[in-house]
């Protein structure tokens, strides 16, 4: 029977009371007395050389307070990247400067070239008409395999070439992997595009700085997934401020989907005009700047072979994949195509040999970071785009394929530098093929058929990684932060709770699903507990939100924390009952002593810790604990996914009639809000698969910056999904057995799509490999036809 | 994006060449003109207000000539800025030859758009791009060869009567 509080309750989302009311407090809401605000300049070229900015008549605009160029921000440093890669060769990964405002030259359309402060926005923006702009035009480096031949042109001048590293994982000896092909009974070889694509939370970034001269102190509001992260970065590398000065708060975030991991220049900038022009500076983008100073997600081109002996096991696998990066290096851009991509490409199989090779480049683009997956939906669409091929080339059916080479063993090291802890991919696929009703597919396409549609269906496995860690680990491979999270369980007076969490929310529903876990381990009721994010003069350094990581490591944490305050509680409670300590049990919100029916409520022990007049003398007062927590590996969620398409061979329309996901998340805090966030992810893999695509024109110009061109996923687009998360394998090193499943639909669901529409071609007679995605009616007519 | 084509002109060589290099004639055939200033040797200085899409802007911009031969071929190339609107730039390659008519037109263009304009109206530039493009030497041509006779009006509403026609023979198939 289902729960109806605690751990496997399907507790209402306390937060969506505001957020559907209007009651909500985000960054735009946030307005400071005496603001000014800032509109930024950008490049409307690809690549050019500034060779001078006459700010002198937008200075004299009315409204003007100040205009800032690249100049003013040579005396601090730029943007920095969390991680360092090592290519294959042993040479640290090449790392260009990435000035606040640009230096020298602009490199993207969007580059900002000249910030505005000025009395209202609209001055802002009038007097930026008035800024004299002179700028050699370069030639533009948009195409990545062109980007890496000697003779391109440089995006950056001073580096050798524009491959910031040239990488590998898995087996290093060519010759081996060679040979493993050579002996092959089967090779199938693909060439496949993953997208470009543009996050477009509903929320719009936004910053504001605030600097009080009275006491030398900065806040600086923003919609971040890790305030703490970014007060780290900005302070220690970008404006060289002390922490202890900065306060950052990240108040209620309308959607990241980790385009709001980043420390971006609009936040250094504000803090930093803040104080130089002695008044609170607001930046709010709009959506067309968005389209071009968000970090944009994916863009990798790649080419993946997959070796198969003649009892169709897999025996070998090679990626040659580029990875683009854009023009600077955002945050944790350099780690995308690496370690969270690499690392995932021995997929749900035991594929003895893997090698993977990425060339990350620099061309006048975006730069291009973590978007919901990152570097895992590249994987797992490479991968099983191939394993889906195979079984066509070899006539198999593409689940018994799946299944004679999944991993059954656990834990399983990879060949690429991971240890699955646990799974069973049997299982899931199991409950996959009863949850979608594969048996009924036939009489399904049968009906389509009658309608003169051709039906498919699509077979996707995935397995991500999540909650990155531990820290030593990843600091050997690069990463320059810590991946803990930390919590702050504070007991008040009266019993309810306050827990302070490093993680933030911004859709996920931590202020519901975090009190269910306190709530269980105390037996009271979860509307005594609040949690508290976002804020870091009140929140314990955690590392944030990102990563499918809150509840596997926040939530850790937070369980850690939990258990000291019980343990202290214990020991007050012991005090009480005049009983050992050691006797004292707490259930359903009362110490008793074991075996009598002596028992003190929580809120009497609560009580007594703050007014501790008959109290343990060895005991502390308060009654308020704080962890930290540094997961022992990343989890590994994982699932079976099925898709069933309609196309229209008149038109080369496809619709989705069926979508039905199988996911093992390990043990479910709440069902509900993991059903939501399953749904969520498989809207946005079903808008990469089938709609977006963010394009760039041969000179480097941005063709999609509106929702006139970039095409989102509307209601009518997406099914209703059948979700079943009933394979459960807990995670066997974290107090919970928690996994995370904040990405796993975007993962799972973009080769799930694909696959089921080149079914519908072949079974409809029209013999078609591939299709890139999104896969739209011109493309898919043009497949049919061609 | 590139676009080419050639049209036949009924006045003579000299005369086109002529209007081709008038700042004057310019004017008056540029699509949206609003001002345009200057001469052969110095280029022209334009002012444009032109819709692509969404996006209508005021663009402000030069005119250069280059690689001309008189009476056979002359390069126009310009850029204009749009402010937060973005910009455009392109080139014309023009050229003259005679012809029983009059005077043969063969122009290449070669055009693009950049910013905002970019951004917002990528989908339709082309087709804009062609319809400016026709637009001018329609202009051009109307400037340059003999003006019409007084019953003007009736021709053109003859002209649009036609031009009905030829839509509906499509639709229907001849």
Not at chain 1, 278 to 291: D, H, L, M, Q
Not at chain 1, 651 to 666: L, W, Y
Request: proline letters at 5%; charged letters at 20%; one cysteine or more.
């Amino acid at each position: 029977m289902p729960k109806d509080s605690g751990i496997g309750a399907s507790s209402k989302r306390r937060e969506d009371v505001r957020f559907l009311t209007g009651a909500g407090n985000y960054t735009d809401d946030i307005n400071v007395h005496g603001q000014a605000y800032v509109h930024f300049l950008r490049s409307d070229i690809a690549h050019g050389r500034i060779k001078s900015v006459d700010t002198s008549a937008a200075e004299a605009m009315p409204g003007v307070v100040r205009v800032f160029t690249g100049k003013d921000f040579e005396g601090v440093g730029g943007m920095p990247c969390g991680w360092e890669v090592t290519d294959k060769h042993g040479a640290p990964m090449q790392e260009p400067p990435h000035p606040i405002l640009a230096q020298g030259k602009v490199r993207h359309v969007g580059d900002p070239i000249a910030a505005i402060v000025a009395d209202s926005l609209e001055q802002a923006r009038d007097a930026a008409e008035a800024i004299d702009l002179d700028i050699e035009e370069l030639p533009a480096v948009i195409d990545m395999k062109a980007a890496a031949q000697d003779d391109a042109t440089l995006v950056h001048d001073d580096l050798k070439n524009n491959i910031c590293y040239d990488w590998q994982l898995g087996e290093t000896d060519d010759a081996k992997v060679d040979e493993v092909f050579a002996n092959a009974a089967h090779v199938t070889t693909l060439d496949l595009v993953n997208n470009r694509l543009v996050a477009n939370p509903m929320e719009p970034r936004v910053a504001v700085g605030e600097y009080k001269r009275g006491t030398d102190e900065y806040t600086l509001f923003t919609t971040s997934q890790n305030p703490h992260v970014i007060r780290l970065l900005m302070c220690a590398f970008v404006l060289g401020l002390p922490e202890h000065k900065v306060r950052v708060v990240a108040p209620d975030v309308g959607g990241g989907f980790g385009t709001k991991i980043f420390h971006y220049a609009e936040e250094a900038f504000c803090t930093f005009a803040a104080k130089a022009c002695g008044r609170p500076v607001k930046w709010t983008s709009s959506r067309s700047e968005a389209f071009m100073s968000d970090a944009h997600g994916r863009d990798h081109v790649s080419k993946i072979e997959l070796a198969l002996d003649a009892d169709n096991n897999f025996i070998g696998l090679r990626t040659n994949t580029y990875a683009n990066l854009g023009a600077y290096l955002s945050t944790f851009s350099s780690s995308v195509p690496t370690w969270l991509h690499g690392t995932l490409m021995a997929g749900n199989y035991k594929t003895p040999v893997i090698q993977v090779n990425v060339k990350a480049m620099f061309t006048n683009t975006v730069p291009v970071d973590a978007y919901r997956g990152a570097g895992r939906p590249e994987a797992t669409f490479q991968l099983e785009r191939v394993v889906d091929k195979a079984a066509r080339e070899l006539g198999l059916d593409p689940i018994a394929l799946r299944r004679q080479n999944f991993v059954t063993q656990f834990p399983y090291d990879t060949p690429v530098a991971l240890t699955y802890d646990t799974g069973d991919y049997n299982g899931t696929m199991d409950k996959l093929e009863a949850a979608a009703d594969l048996a009924g597919f036939a009489a399904r396409k049968a009906e389509s058929e009658a309608n003169g549609k051709l039906r498919g269906l699509g077979i996707n496995c995935y397995i991500e990684a999540c909650g990155i860690a531990p820290s030593n680990i990843v600091g050997m491979l690069g990463a320059r932060a810590g991946l803990y999270d930390a919590a702050t369980v504070r007991v008040n007076a009266t019993g309810s709770i306050s827990v302070m969490v490093g993680a933030h929310s911004h859709g996920q529903g931590h202020e519901t699903a975090f009190p269910q876990v306190v709530a269980d381990m105390i037996g009271i009721d979860e509307s005594m507990i609040e949690i508290v994010h976002g804020d870091t003069s009140k929140i314990p350094f955690g590392m944030g939100t990102y990563g499918s990581r809150s509840l596997a490591v926040c939530g850790s944490a937070m369980v850690k924390a939990t258990e000291k305050v019980i343990e202290k509680a214990k020991k007050i409670a012991a005090h009480l009952l005049e009983a050992s300590e050691a006797d004292i049990e707490l259930k359903d919100g009362q110490f008793s002593v074991a075996g009598t029916d002596k028992s003190v409520a929580w809120g009497d022990v609560t009580l007594t810790a703050y007014v501790p007049h008959n109290y343990p003398l060895e005991v502390e007062p308060g009654l308020e604990e704080t962890a930290f927590y540094d997961p022992a590996n990343f989890t590994f969620p994982a699932g079976a996914y099925a898709c069933e398409v309609e196309v229209d061979p008149d038109t080369g329309q496809v619709s989705i009639e069926k979508f039905t996901a199988a996911d093992d998340f390990g043990n479910i805090i709440n069902p509900m809000i993991v059903d939501g966030q399953v749904h969520g992810g498989i809207g946005q893999g079903i808008g990469q698969a089938l709609l977006e695509n963010c394009a760039y024109d041969e000179n480097g110009q941005l063709l999609s910056a509106s929702y006139m061109d970039y095409a989102m996923p509307r209601a009518d687009d997406v099914p209703f999904y059948g979700v079943d998360h009933s394979s459960q394998t807990p995670c066997t090193h974290n107090p919970l057995g928690v996994k995370g499943c904040g990405e796993a639909g975007a993962i799972g669901s973009p080769p799930a799509v694909v696959n089921a529409v080149l079914d519908a071609l072949n079974s409809g007679g029209k013999a078609v490999d591939h299709i890139d995605m999104p896969v739209s009616p011109s493309r898919v007519w043009a497949a049919m036809n061609s | 994006m590139e676009l080419s084509d050639n049209r036949v002109i009924a006045a003579p060589r000299s005369k086109v060449w002529d209007a081709l290099l008038s700042a004057e004639v310019l004017k008056d055939c540029v699509p949206g003109c609003q001002e345009m200033t200057g001469s052969v040797e110095d280029g022209f200085e334009a002012t444009v207000v032109q819709k692509v899409g969404p996006v209508k802007a005021t663009f402000k911009g030069a005119v250069t000539l280059s690689d001309l031969v008189a009476l056979e071929r002359v390069k126009l190339s310009g850029e204009g800025k749009g402010g937060a609107a973005g910009f455009a730039k392109g080139s014309a390659d023009v050229s003259l030859a005679d012809a029983p008519e009059g005077t043969l037109l063969t122009y290449n263009v070669d055009a693009r758009v950049g910013g905002k304009l970019a951004q917002l109206g990528g989908r339709v530039i082309d087709g804009v791009a062609r319809k400016l493009a026709d637009q001018f030497f329609e202009n051009f041509q109307n400037a340059v060869e003999p003006q019409p006779a007084p019953e003007a009006e009736t021709s053109d509403e003859g002209e649009g009567t036609e031009e009905k026609k030829g839509w509906f023979k499509r639709v229907l198939g001849d």
